[in-house]
């Protein structure tokens, strides 16, 4: 065969190899698809108002921790009706523990507009779900196409893994992400747009896994460049990560009794609307002498009682390491200004973030091991 035969014959294979994967892959789905609480089944009509609260709950969270807080979610507000008519602080608290907080709040925020706005139907454009607070392009593409099943991809980490290993992609992540969105593009069938997303999702998640995929059984596995290479777990390539510098602090845990001392962050910025316990400015050139000096003013606390070690946690932007003390008031001590009692039997009811639970279980272990356990 000529040359330029050969190169011809080879591209028109590849053509026809790329044209079927849309159909291996929804073959594959309606064989192997996880079930998933949101997901209702096969044949099926999604609920937007499910497909919307799981995608909100999956941003940046896992599928396992995030199975039951769904389910906890529904039991409590079945619709975004119930939802929009639910407190933020009730939001907040069911949300406790699932971290970045602003989701919460924007959940809590996109009930009401679709209730205020758009009759308490969600809309079935990308567009039109992207007018809405916390619904950025992705989880637009994502709702669009699973619950209203718009020609569109929503592309998350498990699709990105999947596709640049398939087409080989040297270029790194993040710079890559539009040419990774156009090639996942070609992967939708010319129906069930979202099937097709599910379907890659789940082969990221099960099969074309970060460590060891399972390439045996990939129903991609005759044209994937990677493979074909052998070096498919150097894929994505990624550019080096910066992570911001750590910030010190420390936190004063302060008791009344049976109660301890709370406060309520400002609705704007970090962990906004969360409780917590007074801590110091959180800042990277901080000593604990300083860190010391911010401890709340309160009457009768003779002197702090620093606990062994610290308490450490990433967010996404920087690490933070907090000291811990602790400190017993009088029944009669006031809480200063901003700050309130809260009983220690009740503690967890409170809109807790993660970071908070680890500086509360650090001080009060020793003198309530019960609250340690029951967290
Ligand atoms: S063949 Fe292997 S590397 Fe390629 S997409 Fe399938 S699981 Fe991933």
Redesign the pocket.
């Known amino acids: 065969m000529a040359p330029s035969l050969a190169i011809k014959k080879k591209k028109q294979t590849i053509a026809e190899d790329s044209a079927g994967r849309p159909a291996l892959l929804l073959d594959w789905y309606d064989r192997h698809r996880r079930a998933l609480p949101w997901r209702p089944l096969s044949g099926e009509r999604a609920d937007p108002y499910r497909v919307w609260l799981s995608e909100i709950m999956l941003q940046q969270t896992g599928v396992k921790t995030v199975g039951p807080y769904f389910e906890k979610f529904l039991a409590r507000w079945p619709d975004v009706d119930a939802l929009g008519r639910a407190s933020l602080d009730d939001v907040l608290r069911m949300w406790a523990g699932l971290g970045y907080y602003s989701r919460a709040r924007n959940l809590h925020a996109c009930a009401l507009a679709v209730l205020r706005d758009h009759g308490g139907v969600f809309p079935d454009t990308e567009e039109g779900l992207r007018s809405l607070p916390g619904i950025g392009p992705y989880t637009a593409a994502a709702i669009a196409a699973i619950a209203f099943g718009r020609r569109t991809m929503p592309v998350d980490g498990n699709i990105e893994?999947?596709i640049s290993?398939?087409f080989a992609v040297e270029e790194p992540l993040p710079p890559a992400k539009p040419l990774i969105q156009q090639l996942a593009t070609t992967l939708l069938g010319a129906s069930r747009a979202g099937d097709s997303a599910q379907a890659l999702m789940d082969?990221g998640a099960s099969?074309?896994t970060p460590k060891k995929?399972?390439?045996a059984?990939?129903?991609?596995?005759d044209d994937?460049a990677?493979?074909a290479r052998g070096d498919?777990e150097t894929?994505p390539r990624k550019a080096p990560k910066k992570t911001g510098a750590l910030r010190r602090g420390a936190a004063f845990i302060i008791t009344r009794g049976d109660e301890i001392l709370v406060r309520t962050r400002p609705e704007k910025g970090l962990l906004g609307g969360m409780t917590e316990v007074p801590t110091s400015r959180w800042l990277a050139a901080q000593d604990d002498k300083a860190a010391l000096k911010q401890a709340p003013m309160l009457r009768g606390i003779a002197r702090w009682h620093r606990k062994a070690g610290v308490v450490t946690h990433v967010f996404t932007h920087f690490p933070l390491q907090l000291v811990v003390y602790t400190a017993d008031v009088s029944a009669r001590a006031r809480a200063p200004e901003g700050m309130r009692w809260v009983p220690i039997s009740t503690l967890w009811d409170e809109a807790l973030p993660n970071v908070m639970r680890k500086v509360i279980a650090h001080g009060l272990r020793e003198k309530h091991p019960h609250i340690v356990r029951t967290r």
Not at 217 to 221: D, E, G, Q, T, V
């Open positions: 893994r999947v290993r398939l082969l099969i074309c995929p399972a390439c059984l990939c129903a991609l596995n994937c990677a493979r498919q894929f």
